[in-house]
């Protein structure tokens, strides 16, 4: 029992484009809404689809004018979808064919008239025929999703108990549906819910990000050869620091959330690699997640995991990271490998400081790990000497203007775009943009910049493009890099002119120290540091109830955050030490925080003519 709008057709991407053009045409030439809004709301018939956009950009009093508007706007967006090729959603065609071989039988149960319905079928791709039934919303006695109505007649119609038949829905509002008429639901992440959502509806037995088939290739070769799409980006991200250091290029496509499935799927063709030896072990690390791994090829295929050094595995295996509530779909991916290769995985997670990079370090290690199995080692290097190629030693980075007053900085990644305006004539109100996936959420970030760039007397642009992978501590660190370096340009071109503090921080007086929990100084003199002090409690308690695994403002994560300091750091280049004197919650602490550095910040760019052509540092190595 198929949906038709966002299942069986991709009317989600017509309707984005066609919304806002209505919109401008017969409502206002200024009114709008985002892809989010008609996403929302995309499951529900035209009528009440339009009542709700209307009710988003326009108040609720203004009925009459509402009433008035809807039927000019059904009845435009209903001649500009039979005017309108509507494409099938990918692998469709695959999936109608198997069902007819194995001889199912096959309706669209849609919340549209029945008529329009049977219109777009036999209009597009010629699907008519290919259905027993089609039933619509405007059979008599027959109440609209997410009542069961709908399906229950359909289950009839084909003369097939509710029990035996399996609904196909895009929609929370159809999943509802199918599940209260006694369906098998099957919720698809092409139209108006998220994987995300239909993974965590009750109403769904089985979810897919889409109809494709899953594909897993890998080739020894060129690592930057990459394609990667699972349900979960912080997955792929795994996945792909693992290909990296096996060195492979990868093309994979995976539809679902069986994540030992697709370690088996990895593993089937990893084992399918020359083997130079029969055991291995290597230390990965990066930045401050580090993991040793062994692994022993003449051995039941199997996982260990354990921790080390104060690393309390549950609780590690426990914390989420990025777009997962914890780590157990790596563990199922990594014990899924080791089953299909076969080989004994033997993973020690050595470090938490933040879990992302925890797990990039298991990940990397294993990889590493794996190449070794393949690749003897080698004394010396191979190939023969030569000229260096003449390239730009920063090729990611462009510095697009510095003078002692603004810099404009771009930084291009294989993972982002990262671009950054820092202007010193004085505090404006920050603009930041964010170009991520909806699986992540960052707009807090401009809240907490504000008060930086408030606190340091600054106007910062900033706009960020994620131009592979969504990863929020991505978008935090990289920001935080690039904002860094332009800070940076302007502190270089002032100390050559004038000279300047080069350093600074938040206290200027004792009733500073006093009254603020957290004080943060900051000196830029040609290396990356940055450090937590707590005053009242152990590192480790403090890790806790403060770092890791707490949300902050607008859906932040905390761990995300000490990224943006990290990156921060290494992009200005300079020492940060944050004091916590008391105990305060993350949520209160962290605002805190970026505005002390705001006003360390404002304090390293003031004017210091005895310093001037040096550092604040004694060896004056800043560039």
Sequence with gaps: ??????????????????CNQLLHAIVDSGATVDRATIRRFFPFDLPEFWRRILETIAPSSDRGRQDELIPKLVDAHEAARESTPVALNLGIEDVLRAA????????????NPTTQVREMLRRHHNLLPRFDEVIGNDLQRVAKKPAPDSYLFAARALDVPARRCVVIEDSLLGVHAGRAAGCFVVGVATGSASFEDLEASPSVDRTYLSFEMNRVAMTPGLVTKKSILTPND???????????????SIDLRWNNADWSALGRALGEVMRTFPRSRDSTAVLGMIDDGSAEVRLEANAPGRL?????????????????????SSGKPLVEILGGIADAVPVHLDVTVCSVEDPHHSWEGVFRSVGSAFLRLMVERSDRPSGEDGPEPDEPVESDWKVLRRSTMSAEVLRSTAESEVRVFLDCSGFQPTRCRFDVSDSIHVEGLGDLLEGLSRAAGVRLDVDFKATRLSSSHVVMEDTGMVIGRALKEVLVRRMRRWGINGAGSSVSSGEDLDQSPIQVGLSVEGRKFWKYVPFAMSYEEFRRSFLIGHTVGRGLFSEDLDDFIDGFSGGAMGSVVVHIRKPVTPQEGWPMLFRALGTAIAEALERNPSRKGVTPGVKATLD
């Design 1 to 18: 029992l198929w949906d038709m709008d966002g299942v069986l057709l991709d009317t989600l991407s017509q309707d984005d484009a066609l």
């Design 100 to 111: 007819r071989e194995e001889g199912l039988k096959l309706a669209v149960v849609s919340n």
């Design 234 to 248: 912080f997955v792929s991200h795994m996945i792909e620091h693992l290909a990296w250091r096996v060195g492979c």
């Design 304 to 324: 260990s995991l354990k921790g080390v050094g104060g690393v309390d595995l549950d609780w590690f295996l426990g914390l989420r990271c990025e777009q997962m």
